[in-house]
């Protein structure tokens, strides 16, 4: 079993591509899965799947530039995106 972390900074918690065909197919086959969002939502638990929310950004500068995206290895220059994280045990 892998523990995975989603990073997304610019799609909704329940985007069909992010969170239903990547995080739960991935819960489903045993993972222990976080998706990380960026939208003010707070955080909850769907399904097998933690959602883990950082607050929302004051804008797509500040999604991009913040220190939050720094540690996410987004550039400056970069438009917002979404990353898949495979932590070792």
């Known amino acids: 079993m892998l523990t995975i972390a ?4 610019a799609h909704p918690r329940r985007d069909t591509r992010i969170f ?6 991935l819960a489903h086959h045993g993972h ?6 960026a939208d003010g939502k ?11 929310d ?3 950004p004051g ?15 987004a550039r400056s220059n970069s ?3 979404s990353t898949t994280c495979t932590i070792p045990n």
């Open 59 to 73: 804008g797509r500068m500040d999604a991009c530039c913040s220190p939050r995206a720094a540690c996410c290895g």
């Open 42 to 52: 707070g955080d909850e638990v769907v399904g097998a799947v933690r959602v883990s």
């Open 32 to 37: 222990d899965v976080t998706l990380v969002v």
């Open 79 to 81: 438009t917002p995106t």
């Open 54 to 56: 950082v607050g929302a």
């Open 20 to 25: 239903i065909k990547q995080c739960q197919s």
């Open 6 to 9: 989603h990073l997304t900074s």
